[in-house]
């Protein structure tokens, strides 16, 4: 399992990187502060430094830049506050995730990028767990302040309450199509641009509060991936 998981785990880069460079073509080019290297990867139930509660994560102190919650793993981001619970990480790939706890990222000044995976696990198994949602939770990015880029797992039905509360970096947020909640204050003080579906929610959303939208057409695969 393990194995299969560092085999995958490639695939898994080289298709966010590429398509999360062809959605920021849209936009205009790309800022040397925009483009990070990707230094060493971490798996959460598989490399060490992480640190748990149950089959939650609360923590990581290794060297690696970016972690990942693989598809086969029943945990997820525990909901806290507490600074620096990830200092030095800089990418997250949530590949499998039951509803984030309310504060799950909150105040975690080092991360950049935020990917929330949908879609079969690498054994086919496991589909029906790997949906994100909020189940009442509120603040999951609150102060997260050097956060650029956010996509939320395209069978997401809603957003929450004060979700990007104090993101002052955020440039990008993914809303897939299956987003028809958006929460009043999800994106108050947001100053950065909706990627949305055409006729979708998020873009219907982004017109009537005046937000920056781009609208793209990627195939259902890819949906909700940056």
């Not at 060490?48 to 693989?70: E, Q």
């Not at 800089?90 to 879609?119: H, K, P, R, W, Y």
């Not at 696990?121 to 009442?136: E, M, P």
Request: aromatic share 10%.
């Amino acid at each position: 399992k393990n194995i299969k998981w560092k085999y995958y785990l490639n695939y898994i880069v080289i298709a966010i990187c590429t398509v999360f460079f062809a959605i920021m073509s849209l936009s205009g080019s790309i800022a040397p502060s925009d483009i990070y290297l990707i230094e060493k990867v971490a798996i959460a139930g598989i490399d060490s430094g992480f640190t748990y509660s149950g089959d939650n994560v609360t923590g990581y102190s290794g060297s690696a830049n970016k972690i990942v919650i693989p598809a086969d793993y029943a945990g997820t981001i525990a909901g806290t506050d507490t600074v620096g619970e990830l200092a030095g990480v800089e990418v997250v790939i949530l590949a499998n995730q039951v509803a984030l706890g309310s504060n799950a990222f909150a105040n975690e000044t080092s991360i950049i990028a935020i990917q929330m995976a949908d879609g079969a696990t690498v054994d086919g198994t496991g589909y029906a767990r790997r949906h994100w949602r909020t189940n009442g939770s509120e603040r999951q990015f609150k102060d997260c302040k050097n956060l650029k880029y956010l996509t939320l797992g395209k069978n997401s039905t809603s957003t929450s309450s004060s979700m990007l509360s104090g993101c002052t970096a955020l440039k990008y947020v993914v809303v897939p199509k299956a987003v028809t909640t958006i929460n009043s204050t999800t994106f108050t003080g947001f100053t950065g641009t909706i990627v949305c579906w055409e006729n979708s929610t998020a873009h219907t959303y982004a017109e009537s509060n005046g937000i920056s939208y781009i609208l793209i057409d990627i195939t259902s695969t890819a949906e909700g991936v940056v």
